[in-house]
């Protein structure tokens, strides 16, 4: 697998969609590859959106792939499955520690506040103390030029505001459940939607 490359994490003015933002599938989505997914939202611009599914660990570990950052990585020490496309080349998102400057941080690009993505080429014994945590993902979620927009529009995704933490979240963590049921009501009530409509 190859380190991530080929784009940087662009803005979007006020839109809701921009980099840190999350996608959260709707239950219209009939995509599986998304079903009950939560994408984190990590470039967005012109030249289209990319994101990473958060809700999807493997059952391959770090260790098997990229032995050196099998330590620094948090638990599960599993590879999760960011989406559909490059499946062959891994992306790494970490979490800078409170009082930690992003901007100032060798190996890493800013996605937003203290989340970044990793430079799986950088020194991970030197960069992991700066990092509250990080997670390794196969493939990637994309979208071309107003594709997502039109999704959203069709009611396929609900965008949301992301937190560092959901990018931290554990596989016994029902990620799409907590980022639904944190909002208001309405929109709360959607999280209580059954996962197997045929057994409502």
Known sequence: MTAHEGFEPGGAGNSALRPGALLVATPELGDPNFRRTVVYLVAHGEDGTV??????????AVHNVLPEWAPHVIKPQALYVGGPVQTNAAMCVGVCRTGVDPRRLDGVIGVTGPVVLVNLDADPAE??????????????????????????????????????????????????????????????????????????
């Open 51 to 60: 994101g990473l599914v958060l809700n999807r660990p493997s059952e391959t």
């Open 127 to 200: 960069l992991s103390p700066s990092l509250r945590g990080a997670r390794v993902y196969a493939g990637r979620a994309g979208w071309s030029p107003d594709q997502l927009a039109g999704e959203v529009a069709e009611g396929a995704w609900v965008v949301l505001p992301g937190l560092p933490d959901d990018v931290l979240a554990g596989p016994r963590v029902d990620l799409w459940f907590r980022v639904l049921k944190r909002q208001g009501f309405p929109l709360a009530w959607l999280a209580y939607h059954p996962q197997d409509v045929t057994r409502n």
